[in-house]
């Protein structure tokens, strides 16, 4: 059981920045793939980024790419999300997941979800 726990989320105004943290405990923290999803009201949870357990490749939806960065320290167990040039639809509850599978673009295939943060950009 890995346990998952987001912090960094706020309201910003357009153009600013935000990064979110995703500490882990419980098991260990380096064999899982870990990712970053968010959900907006009235909308479908979708992938934003994903990082593999070693952090050698990253994924990112096309909507953040170039303005999104992953990272991870497998020593302090915690994932990153550097979220820059933020626009009034990035807002939404920001979650944070592991997982042992693949391909690691695919909500439904993390084993492991936090409880969410909330990520507001203002125009």
């Known amino acids: 059981q890995v346990q998952l726990v987001e912090s960094g989320g706020g309201l910003v105004q357009a153009g600013g920045s935000l990064r979110l943290s995703c500490a882990a405990s419980g098991r260990t923290f380096s064999p899982y793939a870990m990712g970053w999803f968010r959900q907006a009201p009235g909308k479908e949870r979708e992938f934003v980024s994903s990082i593999t357990k070693s952090g050698g490749s990253t994924y990112y939806a096309d909507s953040v790419k170039g303005r999104f960065t992953i990272s991870r320290d497998n020593a302090n167990n915690t994932v990153y999300l550097q979220m820059n040039s933020l626009k009034p639809e990035d807002t939404a509850v920001y979650y944070c997941?592991?997982?042992?599978?693949?391909?690691?673009?695919?909500?439904?295939?993390?084993?492991?979800w936090g409880q969410g943060t909330q990520v507001t950009v203002s125009s």
């Open positions: 997941a592991a997982t042992f599978q693949t391909p690691i673009t695919v909500a439904a295939l993390y084993s492991y």
